[in-house]
């Protein structure tokens, strides 16, 4: 399967920072990178600096929500990209886990591409709004696990209205 538009665009670093700034600015202000998206996977990254921190010397839980949220929306908007007929996306509900102090480079990834493409299928199919847990693990840079994001995401063919 080759590579969409929105694959293309999600992997130029250039591209990507410019539709974080008009789109999502507070993901621009992060820092957060794409650094990989295929049909199965995303991978994210966010960095602990001066804008990203808590007053506990780590990485502010918001910021390491936003990454992996956009590991697993990536894979969404992937796949709804230039859908016929279109999907509409909607997180309804997150959990999370944390396991330490996420300082340095902190990298969230999702692999749950294919349980997305089975949601978007249902929704297609019966019209319905469909949900599913989209899971995503952020790692530190001794790839110790930080934190574990599951964001529930709600897929529906948009109506004509």
Known sequence: MSDSKFQKLANNSFL?????????????????????????KAITTVKF??????????????????????????????????????????????KASYYKKAVGEITFTCIDGKIISEIIDKAKQSGESISADIKSVGVDESGDKVAEFIFTWSLKVKSNS
């Open 49 to 94: 600096k001066w804008l990203t921190q808590n007053p506990f010397r780590s990485m502010y839980f918001a910021c390491e929500a936003m990454a992996a949220e956009m590991s697993t929306g990536l894979l969404v908007m992937n796949a709804i990209y230039k859908s016929s007929p279109p999907i509409s996306m909607l997180i309804i509900e997150n």
């Open 16 to 40: 990507f920072r410019l539709y974080l700034l008009k789109s999502l600015p507070m993901a621009f202000i992060a820092g957060i990178r794409v650094k990989e998206l295929t049909q199965e």
